[in-house]
């Protein structure tokens, strides 16, 4: 089985500040993982995620998370924020082998402020 | 193109009353899932189908749910006997081949309240 922990259920930032989303995940297989995020009013959608090679993997709107697989993480980081990043952010795994389902941290509240 | 759509947005219902929540995936995927957000437990897998293989129910939460996929398109999702710990935001999502590595693509919802 796996389990998701995102450390921090809200972030407050201000904005063009940088931040930090933390992942930590548990999984006796091994699992793709992800980024998703939820805008006011909005469905969920992805924002990154990685599957092999660098460990490294950006998004086009400038976020970045890096696995690690000693330490079982994916946190997500950006240099500096927008207004506009406000959302939910999730972060989820999916074994590589066998179930075909997402299993999801709680979340985490990003708000930015002026 | 078109994403995937849910219907209804909202149902408000009562307790004891059974209810039905479609899924229209995105044409052409073969993997189709639903999942409830709700604020105590978060993020729940419910059930995935896959082509014409047998779906995996493992996530359903008690016999009150079950889900048909008709003509491997359309999704219905059952609640029968409704209860008050059912208010949950229902979501679909569909992938195109049912792989792990796949981007899952979500629908907005259907929040249920449950009177």
């Known amino acids: 089985a796996q389990s998701v922990t995102q450390l921090d259920s809200q972030v407050p930032v201000f904005e063009e500040a940088p931040v930090e989303l933390r992942c930590n995940y548990s999984?006796?297989?091994?699992?793709?993982l992800f980024w998703y995020v939820q805008y006011p009013n909005q469905g969920l959608q992805l924002l990154l995620k990685y599957l092999s090679g660098s460990t490294l993997v950006e998004s086009i709107n400038g976020f970045e998370a890096e696995f690690n697989k000693s330490q079982t993480s994916f946190h997500l980081r950006k240099p500096s924020v927008h207004i506009s990043d406000t959302a939910e952010y999730f972060c989820?795994?999916?074994?590589?082998?066998?179930?075909?389902?997402?299993?999801f941290g709680q979340g985490t509240r990003l708000t930015i402020n002026p | 193109g078109a994403g995937v759509s849910q219907s209804p947005s909202n149902k408000v219902t009562e307790k004891g009353k059974d209810v039905e929540l479609r899924c229209d995936p995105i044409?052409?995927?073969?993997?189709l899932y639903w999942y409830r957000q709700s604020l105590g437990q978060g993020l729940e897998f419910l059930i995935y189908?896959?082509?014409?293989?047998?779906?995996?129910k493992s996530g359903l939460p008690s016999d009150r749910f079950s889900a048909e996929r008709t003509g491997g398109s359309v999704s219905t999702l059952t609640i029968q006997r409704t209860q008050q710990e059912d208010s949950a935001v229902y979501l679909c999502?569909?992938?195109?081949?049912?792989?792990?590595?796949?981007?899952?693509?979500f629908g907005p919802g259907t929040r249920l309240l449950v009177l």
């Open positions: 999502a569909s992938s195109p081949g049912g792989v792990a590595r796949e981007t899952q693509y």
């Open positions: 989820a795994v999916s074994p590589i082998q066998g179930a075909q389902k997402l299993v």
């Open positions: 999984s006796s297989v091994s699992v793709y």
């Open positions: 044409s052409g995927h073969t993997a």
């Open positions: 189908f896959q082509g014409n293989s047998a779906p995996d």
